[in-house]
Antibody, heavy 119, light 109 residues
């Protein structure tokens, strides 16, 4: 069964740090570009970051550039998001998602999300 | 990148059709044929319904269809069913990173 499972969310004070993880199973993780997408309570989806299949290329939304770092360990089938200097505006459910291999920026598999609260 | 513009709500009776618009710019929707649509039920993760403007992933009913004209993409749900009641988001490739729409809540009357 194809599965993405996020973890690492929680309550953190402004200025604090958290590291999110996304464990992948049921597919060849190392073949896929991966993304983080967040959703503030009652709000819409917002793209956060992406990393290519071997980890050599990353991109960030302007709102998190310089504060968040995306990385992956293909040997462990795990995606990470290191979040530093957290702000109240970063409060959201964070989803990891795979980019469809036959498209650009279409997300065909999603995790269940992990909640991050900055307060 | 500014969010793509969607109507806040849309509705239809069972069996009817509903169409949701998604308006961007020539830098996103109008510039590429990489528009996707996602369905999200309350408390659940989004689900890919349409990609590359009009392609359906395996398992998505053919009641869901997508199209694009200029800077505006559209999702049509035909033969509305109760389980189609959800939030729908469009998304477009935009070069430096994808941009999502503002979201539309579809109500089945």
């Amino acid at each position: 069964e194809v599965q993405l499972v996020e973890s690492g969310g929680g309550l953190v004070q402004p200025g604090g740090s958290l590291r999110l993880s996304c464990a992948a199973s049921g597919f060849t993780f190392s073949n896929y570009w991966m993304h983080w997408v967040r959703q503030a309570p009652g709000k819409g989806l917002v793209w956060v970051s992406r990393i290519n299949s071997d980890g050599s290329s990353t991109r960030y939304a302007d709102s998190v550039k310089g504060r968040f770092t995306i990385s992956r360990d293909n040997a462990k089938n795990t995606l990470y998001l290191q979040m530093n200097s957290l702000r109240a505006a970063d409060t959201a459910v964070y989803y990891c998602a795979t980019e469809a291999r036959n498209s650009n920026d279409a997300f065909d598999m999603w995790g269940q999300g992990t909640m991050v609260t900055v307060s | 990148q500014s969010a793509l513009t969607q109507p806040p709500s849309a509705s239809g009776s069972p069996g009817q059709s509903v169409t949701i618009s998604c308006t961007g710019t020539s830098s996103d929707v109008g510039g590429y044929n990489y528009v996707s649509w996602y369905q999200q039920h309350p408390g659940k993760a989004p689900k890919l319904m349409i990609y590359d403007v009009s392609k359906r992933p395996s398992g998505v009913p053919d009641r869901f269809s997508g199209s694009k004209s200029g800077n505006t993409a559209s999702l049509t749900v035909s033969g509305l069913q109760a389980e189609d009641e959800a939030d729908y988001y469009c998304s477009s490739y935009a070069g430096s990173g994808p941009v999502f729409g503002t979201g539309t809540k579809v109500t089945v009357l």
